[in-house]
């Protein structure tokens, strides 16, 4: 009985402690819904052979910092010329990008469009950008048709 009268004494600071350490981590532990990268990519479904076909992808973020992204497409075949231009830009909140990939298609192929966050200096302003923790990257696949 006497040790629970200690618990009990000492344990009203040790209780009040552990409850603003609790409500401290429960904040911290929140989802604030920011996204950390949004992208829309707008390519054609149907092309004829040879065609010269646009794909743009526009690409945003949510979070307060900047950060530096690489932008690029793959292909399920070999396609040549600009299709292969890997764009590295500094992505802030305010400031959306668009890239555009201009380029001429033979044979029905599936397009993977993939913006990457990069850890690279010399292209946020100061050199200030962050690189979060997760997702490093976000990519969307489209099939293009040539008919």
């Not at 004829?48 to 526009?58: D, F, G, L, R």
């Not at 793959?74 to 380029?103: H, Q």
């Not at 962050?130 to 048709?145: A, R, S």
Request: proline share 4%; hydrophobic share 40%; with cysteine.
């Amino acid at each position: 009985m006497h040790f629970l009268q200690l618990l009990f004494r000492a344990s009203s600071a040790a209780l009040l402690l552990v409850l603003c350490l609790q409500l401290g981590t429960n904040k911290a532990q929140e989802n604030t819904g920011r996204k950390v990268i949004k992208m829309e990519v707008q390519m054609p479904r149907r092309a004829n052979a040879s065609e010269e076909i646009t794909v743009k992808m526009n690409v945003k973020t949510e979070l307060r910092e900047c950060m530096v992204i690489t932008s690029y497409l793959r292909s399920n075949i070999t396609i040549e010329g600009p299709f292969n231009y890997r764009f590295t830009a500094c992505l802030c909140k305010n400031a959306p990008r668009n890239f555009y990939w201009d380029f001429h298609i033979n044979e029905t192929a599936k397009i993977v469009a993939v913006a990457q966050v990069t850890a690279q200096l010399g292209i946020c302003p100061n050199n200030e950008a962050v690189v979060p923790l997760e997702p490093k990257y976000i990519y969307t696949i489209g099939t293009i048709t040539v008919g």
